[in-house]
Each structure stands twice: as structure tokens, then as C-alpha cells.
């Protein structure tokens, strides 16, 4: 009997992780009780889980001056491929505070890189 002849094999293929790996999908901000508060909904767009995603707020004035920031770790850890998590971030607030800016970034690392599924510039509500 004739040996049966080997499969080929194929390496094995991962997707590379996209250029933006994050969606903001939405974000708002209040004043509430002395805190600015910037409640979002960011989800995985990559093939991959994301581990220790932090969520980074920055305040500045009407001018575009900035006042301040604060980061927060997003609720899910880690957030899976295609999942959404929503995240908040809170500051004691600054009167001079009008808008808020969110970007992305690891735990221990660099920024992450996103696209915004919003067309606003997060305003106060």
C-alpha cells in the first residue's frame, strides 16, 4: 500500500491589527455635583481582544485653551472583537470648562489609534 501523501500546510494567518483599531461610537459630558462627567461607547473594530484600554479626557476653554485631564480604564477588560464598551471618565469641574476631547490609550503604553463615529466636538450638554 502507496504512503498517503502529506496535506500542504499553510502558515498560519492572523489579520493584522487595523490602523484604528477603536470606533467612538458616541461620548457626551455633563456637569454633575462638582464633576465634569464624559460618559462614551467605544467598540474593538480589530480581530483581536484589546486589553487595558484607558479612555483619556481632555477639558479646554472656549478659546480651545486647555484646562485639564483625567483617564479612566474602559468597563470591559479586555474588550473582544467587535464588542462595545461603554466607559467614564470624571473631573472636578472648572466653570471655564466648554469642551472635551476623548482619545485612547494602553494601561502602560502609547496611544491607540480610533475613528470617531461622531460628527460632534463634544460640547457640553
Known sequence: MAPTPARP???????????????LVK???HIEYG???????VRNTSSQPLKNVMAVVSFYDADG?????????????????????????????NPAMDTARVEFKELMGG???????????????
Open 27 to 29: 461620548k457626551t459630558w
Open 65 to 93: 485653551g486647555f484646562i485639564t485631564s483625567s483617564e479612566a480604564l474602559i468597563d470591559y477588560n479586555p474588550v473582544l472583537p467587535g464588542q462595545a464598551s461603554p466607559f467614564k471618565v470624571m473631573k472636578t469641574e
Open 35 to 41: 464633576y465634569a462627567v464624559l460618559d462614551g461607547l
Open 9 to 23: 500546510t499553510s502558515p498560519i494567518q492572523t489579520e493584522p491589527i487595523p490602523e484604528e483599531p477603536l470606533e
Open 111 to 125: 496611544t491607540i489609534p480610533f475613528r470617531n463615529a461622531e460628527s460632534k466636538k463634544g460640547k457640553r450638554k
